[in-house]
């Protein structure tokens, strides 16, 4: 009788937590590194990489704009939105909390949502907001196979209610993890592009014509002229001293071939397709295939992230247990042009699945008679 009681909204749910405590599914090392900011490399320095800007623009912000929808699970109905699916946070539109999410899950595997507040009736979340992940710490258990508790700046959090963290897991490992070698590569060939763009002096050698220096003052003389180099590109010698230049320029550095590489092997590390960001020079779009390129994006680039927060967000601590929440990406996105649009929309009709009314709904427009 409890659970028909339960099923029918007439005792209200008081067991519902807003977090139940992730399993650890990985490698403990691993899945700790993915909860803490002490990576290898910073997320500041990867995203100074032209190439991870671009791929994480792709990935974060086209999912940030998608709206999210409710649906029946037993009928696939859309259904209307609990007030925190419309507007997750009381302080930025979804728009930006996604966002920051899905960043959050691609450089760090994890992300987090605070509750703000709950409902009265199950303890359910009602209002979130965003957690930076280089705020946050984790303590797992004994065994390592279970999360025990969180600490934001340092402070424990509850593991439900308000102020208790609701957590999304990639199914991706974090970039800043499992990149940390190719990304560390990229930042230093960059640094290395911008030092030969900025310091137009070749490298070359110091040459000592008097008596032998000891290692202190060669380190010393090494350190004054790298100093003075990156100040000026005019330097003064003594008469003992002379710099035989090895004449490497920037191309025969090959920058410009690396840094083309490196593009491409970031565009696989982010799972994007490289022609998205200029790393692939064969490739050719036009009108007719962007719309596959579009959904080929989607399923294999974009999905895993998207599974990832409408799993998390449908799961019963946040959603009731008979509906689901998801992206709604035919609206945007995947939107066929109006011609292919209006064609199914007409063998719909034709075929009685839809009405006129459901049919004009489908293409946003008024219901007859109405403004």
Sequence with gaps: MGFFRDLVGLTPKTDIKAQLAPPVVTDPFSFYSQFTPFQSVSRAEAIGVPAIMRCRNLIATTIGVMELETYSKATKEELPNLPWVNQLSKSAPNSIIITALVDALLFYGTGYLEVTEVYQDDNRPARFDFVNNTRVQVQLNKLNTFVDFYTVDGVERPMSGIGSLVTFQSPIDGILNAGARIL???IDLEKAAANAAAVPTPAGILKNNGADLGEKEVAGLLAAWRRSRAERSTAYLTSSLEFQPTSFSPRDMTYNDSLQYMACQLARLCNVP??????????????????????????????????AIESRLSMDDLTPSTQFVAFDMDSGFLRANPLERLA???????????????AREMEELSPNGNN
């Design 184 to 186: 560390r590569a990229a």
């Design 274 to 307: 490289a022609y998205y960001i200029s790393a692939d020079q064969n490739n050719s779009m036009t009108y007719a295939n962007v719309q596959d390129e579009r959904r080929q994006f989607v399923a294999l680039s974009l999905q895993p992230y998207i599974s």
């Design 344 to 358: 199914v929309i007409e063998k719909m009709l034709e075929l009685n699945l839809i009405t006129v009314e459901q």
